[in-house]
């Protein structure tokens, strides 16, 4: 059985860092590309940041690319997502999900997600 698990979420003031992890099992992580979305009330799913095992690139939106950054260990099947320069409009569910494509990643076409992580950033 696959599973995704998010956590390090939490309340932050608005300048605030964070650091999310997404620990996997049951898949071959080397494999896949993992990455994060998220999701605010109200709004439909974004996709913010990706990254292949199997070259180690890395993807970022374009609110994203600057203040976030994301990382994985491989020995520990988990990836990371350092998030600094917080804003209010960073709230948000974030969630963990595998894919083996980047294009399928962006498409928000996951084959598997975790359960999320909540993220308040208050102003």
């Known amino acids: 059985e696959v599973q995704l698990v998010e956590s390090g979420g939490g309340l932050v003031q608005a300048g605030g860092s964070l650091r999310l992890s997404c620990s996997t099992s049951?898949?071959?992580?080397?494999?896949?590309?993992i990455g994060w979305f998220r999701q605010a009330p109200g709004k439909e799913r974004e996709a913010i940041s990706c990254?292949?095992?199997?070259?180690?690139?890395?993807y970022y939106s374009d609110s994203t690319k600057v203040r976030f950054t994301i990382s994985s260990d491989n020995a520990k099947n988990t990836v990371y997502l350092q998030m600094d320069s917080l804003t209010p409009e960073d709230t948000a569910v974030y969630y963990c999900?595998?894919?083996w494509g980047v294009g399928a990643f962006w498409s928000l076409t996951f084959d598997y997600e975790g359960q999320g992580t909540q993220v308040t950033v208050s102003s």
């Open positions: 999900a595998a894919v």
């Open positions: 049951g898949l071959t992580f080397d494999d896949h590309v």
């Open positions: 990254l292949d095992n199997r070259d180690g690139n890395t």
